[in-house]
């Protein structure tokens, strides 16, 4: 009978693997599952063959012992390293279900009062994955959903969904810690069951999303909650318009609103985003991915990417999926929602938006509502906190709307905890360039259109080089959220928050190291071997700090660094005589900008430091570089998104002296390397990365200063004029020097710091500090650049 179990198995098994193309996902994968000096056992959640042979399948794959291998039993007993955690009724269409524990786990916990080594993975195998709806048949009886699958649904799926299994490895339990000697036998059965039950659960959810209704049914939640109400009864009270029709116009709301996920179309989506992807990158880096797992089983996430690219909400939404967990429902905006590609988008996931729901109280209440149903159902969510793509390459300031309904949400009661997931993705070489580089001319912005889609279809005979996707720390909302923050503050603070952890996990790929150094050169152009040596001092200076960010660098050598950009075809080679020099062309440089702009808070510090030094004929002070960088920087920091940290001063000055920038007088002051060496020449080409957005910000603090003292709003167009014609007689290739948003929101930061006040008649006043930065200018802002400034002023 035992040979006839072990050929019927081993037969079985040889058919399914011949069948099947399982994945492997889970938190357990952060850290290697091999035996070494403990003893793995493997928990199924429900008693399976299939199941069992799919794992047993998985772990031969990836070197992991078999379930069915013996555990050492410390009574001499062969015991497998498995069980099943729900017994199993007869019958094919029978389901699973937990009457009795098993026989099995019994003995294992038994034993495991007298071994210290031995950890519990649970398991759970998913054939195919789809939110449970109700429309589709096929998704009913054939796909994984909440209900348990029966034997005859494996036995479909072992042939239509043969591609889509996913064996999912829990966190890991030490069976020490559960087998509590205190604790009587059945209690501790009783607590490690419940701990699966709820580590299986989690799965689940993290897997497949939650157990959604019927989208007539959630439509008629969402009409007849109390802030749907409230907003119909407001505007009835206020207008002609019956509640009945009110009633229909917040129906159409939701139907504009709503999201129509589709398994299928997903699937479709994954083969051909696989093929898209395979032909236009080189690869896909993926970081921090661990963070994602360790929170995804507990907590609601919420993604909140850098927008660089239309690929951003694609690709993620892709690598989740590849991964083993769910796909977000996406915010987009209704300018997507275009004839076909906008009902694709919907069935992807996408939900649509208005920009602004102002002159519409009701729309605005069905949309949160309609949020609030997916926060509360479990389901992650995704939307752009700059609520458009970038032009500029620098991350946008955050657009408050959908972080303030969150706050409300989280306020109002959620089963599960919320987490954002900030993610950077870094691009070599971006799709959307063409248009780009003609709005940073000064083109107007193109509205979406489906000519644009078809136009899209001829990049896949380019070469876009690789794409970095990076996962910052998440923000636990429960933990993150002060009291000491006034309320009608946090939702302006969290997103200051999310867009620094997004900055502090940024990908730094060749194309942005060679940008920055290429840009700050005055004619565009640079010696071939000046440019290596630049890019050799970035990564060094970028390695020595590497424990106190989570930037990811390139691990290629300096000089593979620039022959990678220049076969990308983003630096033009001239042969001279006295050797070869790189350089961009006017129009691929203000590209370049872009590139520049994404990673430049990454240096920012260290070219601050750089500028008060390089051009000082006097040591400067330990003290003084001190109290100038924490005067000036926080400034820097607000615009670029960077983390500010008092003690950083001093540990990038002595990574600056370690790398022979920077060089200690007999007074203990810090002086620049004589004039004519190369780490002068290094020094200045650092200094020269955060010049021109100080220039920028001593066009405003000038124009502050003059004598006919201006208000708030005529300090912000005489800025923007200014820098306008600054740019255009020194050749700034800048797009962004003189960008109206970047000088208010300096201004709103003086103000808001005290250092500028309104006096009578709205006009500006400012304290003494202003005196000492221009003061300090003078050492830094070239002195043609300021006498143009005071004349103006």
């Known amino acids: 009978m035992r040979r006839a179990k072990q050929f019927g198995y081993w037969l079985s098994r040889r058919l399914i693997h011949a069948i099947i193309r399982p994945r492997i996902a889970g938190p357990a994968l952060e850290t290697p599952l091999e035996e070494g000096d403990r003893e793995i056992v493997y928990a199924l959640e429900n008693r399976s063959l299939s199941d069992l042979i799919v794992l047993d399948i998985i772990a031969a794959k990836n070197g992991l012992p078999s379930p069915l291998s013996p555990l050492e039993n410390p009574q001499g007993h062969e015991e497998r390293r498995f069980f099943f955690l729900n017994r199993a009724s007869h019958g094919w269409f029978r389901r699973n279900t937990m009457t009795t524990y098993s026989a099995r786990m019994v003995r294992i916990l038994a034993s495991s009062r007298q071994t210290t080594n031995a950890v519990l993975v649970p398991v759970a195998v998913f054939w195919g994955r789809a939110p449970n709806r109700e429309r589709s048949i096929y998704r009913t009886f054939l796909t994984e959903n909440w209900v348990v699958t029966s034997r005859f649904k494996r036995l479909a799926n072992l042939f239509l969904s043969r591609k889509e299994i996913l064996v999912y490895l829990g966190t890991e ?46 439509i008629s939640q969402i009409i ?31 139907m504009s609103i709503f999201s129509h996920m589709s398994y299928p179309t997903i699937r479709v989506l994954e083969r051909l985003l696989t093929w898209f992807w395979h032909r236009i990158y080189n690869g896909v880096n993926v970081h921090g991915w661990q963070r994602i797992n360790r929170v995804a089983a507990t907590h609601t996430l919420i993604y909140v990417p850098a927008h660089r690219s239309h690929v951003d909400y694609m690709l993620l939404s892709y690598l989740l999926f590849q991964r083993g967990l769910m796909i977000p429902h996406i915010a987009a905006g209704d300018n997507l929602n275009l004839p076909v590609l906008g009902n694709i988008l919907r069935r992807a996931g996408a939900f649509f938006m208005r920009r602004s729901f102002r002159e519409d109280p009701i729309y605005g209440a069905v949309f949160s509502e309609y949020l609030y149903q997916i926060y509360r159902r479990g389901h992650c969510v995704e939307f752009f906190l700059e609520g458009g793509r970038t032009r500029t390459g620098r991350l946008l300031p955050a657009r408050l709307g959908l972080l303030k309904m969150t706050l409300e949400h989280h306020e109002r009661g959620m089963p599960r905890p919320l987490a954002f997931v900030p993610v950077y993705f870094g691009y070599e070489k971006l799709i959307e360039a063409g248009s780009y580089r003609d709005e940073l001319q000064g083109a107007e912005k ?130 001279e005589e006295f050797g070869d020099v790189l350089s961009h062309d006017p129009s691929s440089a203000v590209l370049m900008t872009w590139y520049r702009n994404n990673v430049i808070h990454t240096l920012a510090l260290p070219s ?44 990038w000055a002595e990574h600056l002296i370690d790398a022979g920038l920077l060089t200690i007088h007999s007074n203990g002051g810090f002086c620049a390397p004589p004039v004519n060496s190369r780490p002068h020449h290094r020094l200045y080409l650092l200094a020269n990365l955060i010049r ?62 005290g250092v500028v006040f309104e006096g009578d008649e709205g006009k500006l006043n400012y304290q003494p500090i202003v005196d000492e930065v221009l003061k300090a200018a003078e050492q830094v802002i070239d002195p043609e650049f300021r006498y143009a400034i005071l004349r103006e002023s």
């Open 224 to 254: 007849h909650s109390r802030p749907v109400r409230a907003a119909i009864a407001g505007e009835s009270e206020a207008g002609d318009a019956s509640e009945e029709k009110l009633e229909k116009h917040a129906r159409r709301a939701a």
């Open 173 to 218: 339990l030490p069976l020490a810690e559960l087998v509590d000697p205190s604790l009587s036998e059945n209690r501790i059965l009783r607590r490690t069951a419940r701990l699966l039950r709820v580590q299986f659960r989690n799965q689940r959810v993290a897997t497949m999303g939650p157990d959604f209704s019927h989208q007539r049914t959630m």
């Open 692 to 753: 021109q957005t100080l220039e920028r910000h001593y066009i405003v603090i000038g124009l502050l200063t003059q004598s006919k003292r201006p208000t708030r709003t005529e300090l912000g167009v005489q800025s923007r004029q200014v820098a306008h014609k600054m740019s255009r007689i020194y050749g700034l290739n800048a797009p962004e020097f003189f960008d109206a948003k970047l000088f208010d929101s300096f201004i709103d930061k003086l103000i808001a710091d």
């Open 446 to 575: 193109r509205s979406e259109s489906i000519s644009d889609l078809m136009h899209s279809l001829r990049l896949i005979k380019q070469n876009f080089g690789k794409v970095d996707v990076n996962f910052a720390e998440p923000l636990r909302l429960d933990e993150w959220l002060d009291s000491s923050i006034p309320p009608n503050e946090q939702a302006a603070e969290l997103g200051d928050e999310v867009l620094r952890r997004i900055n502090n996990s940024a990908a730094i790929n060749p194309i942005n190291l060679v940008a920055l150094i290429t840009l700050c050169t005055p004619r565009l152009a640079i010696d071939e071997q000046l440019l290596v040596d630049q890019v050799q001092c970035y990564l060094d200076l970028l390695i020595a700090d590497r424990n106190h960010h989570d930037y990811s660098v390139p691990s290629m050598t300096a000089t593979e660094v620039v022959a990678y950009v220049e076969q990308l075809r983003m630096l033009k080679r001239e042969k």
């Open 608 to 651: 601050l430091i750089a500028c008060l030094v390089v051009n000082r004929r006097r040591p400067l002070s330990k003290e003084a570089m001190t109290r100038l960088v924490r005067t000036v920087f926080p400034y820097l920091a607000a615009e670029l998104h960077a983390v500010n940290h008092p003690e950083a001063s001093a540990r």
